[in-house]
């Protein structure tokens, strides 16, 4: 996993109130998780977190180098990003949807599929996306598989094993 890789934690949506607070589009865990970080990139600008709580579809947020609704306006649009290496460790079977994205997927029969194109969760866990090699003047085929030990048996920083008859 590249470290120095930026993730998305969240998106700034607009200013809230005249005081310099931006609303958050958060995704990740939560208004709660932000807390983990006191630096954020946005868009090659430091941004200090001062304070965040829930609101609303996602967070509201107070940043030191913001204060006043001009300049909260001015980063609509704006991601927030943390490198890689500042999210915290993982345990044994745990995953960032972050770290399997792009990576090569493989059959349990050996052959080549694709790669992972998105992770999608509708409420039920985790659903990866696999994108398979386009074949000449037709686009690129997608299929669905479960984020499960039956579905994936093996996924490291390398790539992705799945069941061959889970392979669309």
């Given at each position: 996993?590249?470290?120095?890789?930026?993730v998305?934690?969240?998106?700034?949506?607009?200013?809230?109130?005249?005081?310099?607070?931006?609303?958050?589009?958060?995704?990740?865990?939560?208004?709660e998780?932000?807390?983990?970080?006191s630096?954020?990139?946005?868009?090659?600008?430091?941004?200090t977190?001062?304070?965040?709580?829930?609101?609303?579809?996602?967070?509201?947020?107070t940043?030191v180098?913001?204060?006043?609704?001009?300049?909260?306006?001015?980063?609509?649009?704006?991601?927030?990003?943390?490198?890689?290496?500042?999210?915290?460790?993982?345990?044994?079977?745990?995953?960032?949807?972050?770290?399997?994205?792009g990576?090569?997927?493989?059959?349990?029969?050996?052959a080549?599929?694709?790669?992972v194109?998105?992770?999608?969760?509708?409420?039920?866990g985790?659903?990866?996306?696999?994108?398979?090699?386009?074949?000449?003047?037709k686009?690129?085929?997608?299929?669905?598989?479960?984020?499960?030990?039956?579905?994936?048996?093996?996924?490291?920083?390398?790539?992705?094993?799945?069941?061959?008859?889970?392979?669309?």
């Amino acid at each position: 996993m590249n470290a120095d890789r930026p993730v998305t934690l969240a998106a700034i949506a607009g200013a809230h109130g005249v005081r310099g607070e931006v609303r958050l589009k958060l995704f990740g865990e939560g208004a709660e998780a932000l807390r983990a970080f006191s630096v954020f990139d946005a868009g090659g600008r430091k941004l200090t977190l001062k304070s965040v709580r829930p609101a609303n579809q996602g967070a509201v947020a107070t940043f030191v180098e913001i204060t006043d609704r001009g300049a909260a306006e001015a980063l609509r649009g704006a991601v927030l990003t943390v490198p890689r290496s500042a999210l915290p460790a993982l345990a044994e079977g745990e995953y960032y949807h972050h770290d399997l994205i792009g990576l090569p997927c493989v059959s349990t029969d050996g052959a080549a599929i694709g790669h992972v194109a998105a992770v999608e969760n509708f409420g039920a866990g985790d659903i990866l996306e696999i994108e398979k090699a386009a074949e000449p003047g037709k686009k690129p085929v997608r299929f669905m598989v479960p984020m499960t030990a039956q579905a994936v048996p093996a996924w490291n920083a390398d790539g992705v094993t799945v069941n061959a008859a889970f392979v669309e």
